[in-house]
């Protein structure tokens, strides 16, 4: 717009005709806006659009992603929750205790009425009849000539533990015996201290160890023992000890640090005799006998 020299009207724009345009006048402003804002926004739809922010892109394919891994973990997890269910099961509370290997051994061992030898890993045998509570001879038949020094010594002990029984003291000393040779012969020492008494343990001990010294080796085999008796029994104090004969035949060979037989023969049954002491502390609470003295016999 501008003004007219001498003219205080305002010189509106005119059309090609030289007309005004419609609806021009003093205080009509609309049609000029209605084109400014038209304009502009002609201008704004044709104006390209700016390009997308190729990080915001990448991260809403992350996380478009990251759900499609998520709910394939937690499937995976329900699924191996509900396979291990059906394998192990469920508490019931009737379910059995743990086993403890130990409870029936201590069980055998704490026993009042043990007077044995306890011997390790052998299976758990019947005890015999007990012996006849009776008196003079009745008592010890079969076990002990009346009136003879072995059953005076079995009547001292017999009144001080009134639990002893000597065929059940019999059966566990013929299973000491056999497991106290076999022991010795393999160098099984462990074996040895649990059925031997400190003294009588280091002699074998060091026949042991001389033995492996020469680099020996023997080789036992038990074929039967034929007879274990009661040949002495004595209460010294509380400690009671009794006296057993064994007769046993058995295989026995010894070899050299080559494997050549030295004595003995691994084919040959020889008939052994051995006169052995038993002795146990009847004032504690160990039931089992100890092996405190060796003889051979005739």
């Not at 005890?127 to 009136?147: M, N």
């Not at 020094?149 to 079995?154: H, Q, R, V, Y």
């Not at 001292?156 to 639990?163: C, E, L, Q």
């Not at 074998?204 to 001389?210: D, L, N, P």
Request: aromatic share 8%; charged share 25%.
């Amino acid at each position: 717009m501008a003004r007219t020299a001498g003219s205080s009207k305002l010189d509106w724009p005119r059309n090609a005709a030289g007309r005004r345009s419609a609806g021009a006048g003093p205080g009509t402003a609309q049609p000029c806006a209605y084109i400014i804002s038209t304009e502009f926004a002609s201008k704004s739809a044709t104006k390209p659009r700016a390009p997308a922010d190729p990080g915001t892109a990448a991260e809403s394919k992350a996380n478009d992603v990251f759900d499609i891994y998520t709910i394939i973990f937690l499937a995976l997890a329900v699924f191996i929750f509900l396979r291990l269910r059906s394998v192990l099961g469920q508490r019931t509370g009737r379910e059995r205790p743990p086993y403890d290997p130990y409870s029936a051994r201590d069980a055998v061992r704490t026993s009042p009425s043990e007077k044995v030898v306890t011997l390790p890993g052998r299976a758990a045998q019947p005890a015999p009849a007990a012996t006849p509570a009776g008196d003079g001879a009745e008592r010890w038949k079969g076990i002990a000539e009346p009136g003879s020094p072995a059953a005076a010594g079995l009547d001292a002990i017999i009144a001080v533990d009134s639990s002893f029984d000597a065929q059940h003291f019999l059966a566990g000393a013929r299973a000491a015996y056999e497991m106290i040779v076999t022991a010795f012969a393999q160098g099984d020492r462990r074996t040895l201290k649990g059925l031997l008494s400190r003294e009588v343990y280091e002699g074998f001990e060091a026949a042991i160890r001389e033995r492996e010294s020469r680099g020996e080796t023997i080789e036992t085999r038990f074929i039967s023992i034929d007879k274990a008796d009661i040949a002495a029994a004595e209460l010294r104090g509380r400690v009671a000890q009794v006296t057993v004969r064994f007769v046993s035949q058995l295989i026995s060979v010894t070899r050299d640090r080559s494997g050549a037989v030295i004595e003995g023969s691994p084919d040959k049954v020889t008939d052994v005799t051995d006169v052995w002491t038993f002795a146990r502390d009847l004032s504690s609470r160990d039931p089992n006998w100890k092996l405190v003295a060796t003889e051979a016999g005739q």
